[in-house]
């Protein structure tokens, strides 16, 4: 059973915007970090963007300005909101959780969903 699920991912045009979702238990949403990783076909993951328990938010320089993450600790999910959107930001998104404060690394996270497909055509 996935301990985090993600949904939102589709198929957009550039310039478009989508909103990824990732759900998950109460017990791992109190973890320090929560993130959300892509990885491009043929590429290897990485982080996109992260926050930490206490709200503080960290992203890629590729997405700064264009992506926000939040945390919703009613629902126990992270959202991963993705405006203007380009073709290279075509991947399988990932939703990931760490016990680690600051976690940046893919080493670092110790749980992950499932993954949701992005596709921006041109």
């Known amino acids: 059973q996935a301990q985090l699920v993600e949904s939102g991912g589709g198929l957009v045009q550039a310039g478009g915007s989508l909103r990824l979702s990732c759900a998950t238990s109460?017990?791992?949403?109190?973890?320090?970090?929560m993130g959300w990783y892509r990885q491009p076909p043929g590429k290897e993951r990485e982080l996109v963007a992260a926050?930490?328990?206490?709200?503080?938010?960290n992203y890629a320089d590729s997405v700064k300005g264009r992506f926000i993450i939040s945390r919703d600790n009613a629902k126990n999910t992270v959202t991963l909101q993705m405006n203007s959107l380009k073709p290279e930001d075509t991947a399988v998104y990932y939703c990931?959780?760490?016990?680690?404060?600051?976690?940046?690394?893919?080493?670092?996270?110790?749980?992950w969903g499932q993954g949701t497909q992005v596709t921006v055509s041109s």
């Open positions: 990931a959780a760490s016990g680690r404060l600051g976690a940046c690394a893919v080493y670092e996270y110790d749980y």
């Open positions: 109460e017990r791992i949403f109190s973890l320090n970090s």
């Open positions: 926050v930490t328990s206490g709200n503080y938010a």
